[in-house]
């Protein structure tokens, strides 16, 4: 009877333990590693558009970036500082790579054409950038 006791109790004391040890990896982000969108941007076909045309797509662009941010889809968003065919980047947080196409399409420097991209699936921890939901602006 004792020994019934001793024994319900590691077992009791066991599975406690364990569901303890779970609960704090699932709060460790390195145990979370999920997938995310990166996007490559590269020169469009369309670049012929006189300067104040170029500048209005431009400011569509980064407003455009910005939405984006605020509503939590792009954690990551640059040019690159090199003149060539790679533009900038963007890292998105979707579910689906669709989502990240049709958010691409609302970008005025890719529907006129002077941006194209390729889009990779990209995996990291959720940290830093990467919290999950939209940014806490202050």
């Excluded at 709060?27 to 558009?49: A, E």
Aim: charged share 20%; hydrophobic share 40%.
């Amino acid at each position: 009877s004792s020994d019934l006791i001793i024994c319900t109790a590691l077992f009791l004391f066991a599975i406690i333990s364990s569901a303890f040890s779970q609960q704090d990896q699932n709060k460790d982000p390195l145990m979370q590693i999920r997938q995310y969108w990166f996007v490559l941007l590269t020169k469009g076909p369309n670049r012929s558009q006189d300067s104040a045309t170029a500048a209005k797509i431009q400011n569509g662009h980064l407003a455009n970036i910005m939405r984006l941010y605020k509503e939590g889809k792009i954690k990551v968003a640059g040019p690159f500082g090199e003149e060539g065919d790679w533009q900038g980047i963007f890292i998105f947080d979707c579910e689906k790579k669709e989502e990240v196409e049709q958010l691409l399409k609302t970008d005025p420097a890719i529907s006129a054409g002077r941006l194209n991209f390729e889009i990779h699936s990209w995996w990291t921890a959720p940290m830093g950038s990467f919290v999950p939901g939209k940014p806490k602006i202050d």
